[in-house]
């Protein structure tokens, strides 16, 4: 489909300030499905649980959204490029509004659930759609950095809604639910900036139609292991911050606004870590920020468990920010380095999939264990996880380290002292 002449002028002006709007904002509302209720998810499963199975299903509040967004990823991308993008934009803003909305007024558990599909599915398009801006309507020296700015404001909001909606759950757990109002705002801006119309040629055609590296299928280059790295992370990443509401009021704590003030404090450390990510990586390898990272979470995952009390585990939250703000910068960008120009989309979607997917999936596992020894045994869980990872990382390093001595050695860069 071609582009009106208002359209096509637009893009050769460069992105307008909805694009704009959209890059930066894309990523937040994403955050926002998957954290606005944390805080008040004890207070849901007093009003709402009331069978043996609903504890579970009051985590999957959280869970499900991530397991939502497997399908609304890939679908709002055939959707975008069957339609264009302020179609699937205006829908994707109404219906997460609509949907997000719903706790204000749902008052069952299952149909509580069933709206936090429609919100994943709408808020998965939402960010696809911001990053599609991002790569359509930029130069490539400018992705990189709105990319970067895109994650942190990202980072940096939910350090507003953390608190923010605890606030709200004080006077209900319905109220944190407006939040998901801001989807409205999605429409005027999808309207109003001419910018935003269907998707402009790609700038290199012709890269689509070299052949992968490695064979001819995505079985012979995509790198598979990444699939699973991304899936420990996401869980490494989103469990603590699901259990960790339920761990605080077992030490006492009740009040929603404080749960959210201690979520914040991981947000906030996260965030700055974020912020320093590209300066360290001059002088860090990717597996060095990953050993980095999960040594920071196993750390702080173990000190918040064994805390006997709430100042010791908002210290735990504390070391385990420092390890989640480099965790999918540096996925991405070690991935990145692993495929050719012409998969890195695919590449892309196929490990955010499994990033998502990785919430539903552990909380389903961890919640036997929760029932048997508490939010403290999940906690404990996640820090032998993230322990492992470090232990496998520190010896992939070396590994690396030998084969490029070997190799030094060989090219005669290396010599061997002399002996006798």
């Not at 759609?129 to 709105?146: E, F, G, P």
């Not at 012979?220 to 699939?227: E, I, Q, T, V």
């Amino acid at each position: 489909m071609s582009m009106s002449r208002g359209e096509t002028s637009a893009a050769e002006r460069g992105p307008g300030w909805g694009s704009r709007v959209l890059m930066l904002g894309g990523g937040l509302l994403g955050a926002m499905a998957l954290m606005a209720i944390t805080s008040v998810l004890p207070k849901i499963g007093t009003a709402l649980a009331h069978g043996p199975g609903d504890g579970l299903l009051i985590k999957q509040l959280v869970g499900i959204v991530s397991l939502a967004m497997v399908v609304g990823a890939p679908l709002s991308g055939l959707l975008v490029d069957r339609l264009g993008l302020r179609p699937v934009l205006v829908a994707s803003g109404l219906l997460y509004a609509l949907a997000g909305t719903a706790g204000l007024y749902l008052n069952g558990l299952p149909l509580l659930l069933a709206s936090r599909l429609f919100v994943g599915v709408a808020a998965a398009a939402i960010q696809i759609i911001s990053i599609t801006l991002i790569n359509t309507r930029l130069s490539t020296d400018d992705r990189a950095k709105w990319i970067g700015w895109h994650m942190a404001t990202a980072m940096i909001g939910t350090i507003v809604v953390h608190p923010l909606a605890g606030f709200l759950g004080e006077f209900s757990w319905r109220w944190p639910f407006a939040l998901y109002a801001v989807g409205l705002l999605v429409v005027p801006v999808a309207l109003l900036d001419p910018a935003i119309g269907k998707t402009p040629p790609a700038e290199e055609p012709r890269a689509q139609t070299v052949a992968p590296r490695g064979g001819p299928g995505w079985l012979g280059w995509f790198p598979f292991h990444y699939m699973l790295l991304a899936l420990f992370i996401g869980g490494i990443t989103y469990v603590p911050m699901i259990y960790v509401p339920f761990l605080l009021r077992q030490h006492g704590l009740e009040s929603s606004t404080l749960i959210s003030l201690v979520l914040t404090a991981d947000s906030v450390i996260g965030a700055v870590m974020a912020m320093f990510y590209g300066r360290a990586r001059r002088k860090v390898s990717a597996h060095g920020a990953f050993a980095f990272s999960f040594a920071m979470t196993g750390l702080g995952t173990l000190v918040a468990s064994l805390s006997p009390s709430i100042p010791g585990i908002v210290v735990g939250l504390i070391i385990f920010g420092f390890g989640v703000g480099w965790f999918i910068s540096n996925l991405m960008t070690a991935l990145a380095a692993k495929v050719g120009r012409a998969q890195q989309g695919r590449a892309t979607g196929y490990v955010k999939a499994a990033h998502f997917l990785s919430a539903p999936v552990c909380v389903v596992l961890m919640e036997p264990l929760s029932r048997a020894y508490g939010p403290q045994g999940v906690m404990l869980a996640v820090s032998a996880t993230a322990l492992v990872l470090l232990l496998l990382m520190l010896l992939r390093m070396a590994q690396l380290r030998r084969r490029d001595h070997k190799v030094a050695q060989a090219e005669g860069r290396v010599t061997t002292p002399a002996h006798g």
